[in-house]
């Protein structure tokens, strides 16, 4: 089983930043796939960003260029820096983790909420 639990959301006024974290547990390694996925009100959730078993990172064309993905495997923790903010940024943000056993697992979510 894999928990992953999510900090550092809140409330940023536009052009801010924050960055998110996500830590791990269970039975992890070191190559699973790790995204952030985001879910307005009354919108389907979102692919942010996804950094790969592999090393390779991808990003919405939204955030492309103002948000970053990172990852410590050594503290089981994956980041998300986001710049720039902007107020169709505002949602609740998702970790998510798919390791190299099949396992899928969603965090439990932080609320980013950007002011105009």
């Known amino acids: 089983q894999v928990q992953l639990v999510e900090s550092g959301g809140g409330l940023v006024q536009t052009g801010g930043s924050l960055r998110l974290s996500c830590a791990a547990s269970?039975?992890?390694?070191?190559?699973?796939?790790m995204a952030w996925y985001r879910q307005a009100p009354g919108k389907q959730r979102e692919l942010v960003a996804m950094?790969?078993?592999?090393?390779?990172?991808n990003y919405a064309d939204s955030v492309r260029g103002r948000f970053s993905i990172s990852r410590d495997n050594t503290k089981n923790t994956m980041y998300l820096q986001m710049n720039s903010l902007k107020p169709e940024d505002t949602a609740v943000y998702y970790c998510?983790?798919?390791?190299?056993?099949?396992?899928?697992?969603w965090g439990q979510g932080t609320q980013v909420t950007v002011s105009s």
């Open positions: 998510w983790r798919y390791t190299v056993i099949g396992v899928v697992a």
């Open positions: 269970g039975r992890i390694f070191c190559r699973d796939d």
């Open positions: 950094f790969t078993g592999t090393g390779l990172t």
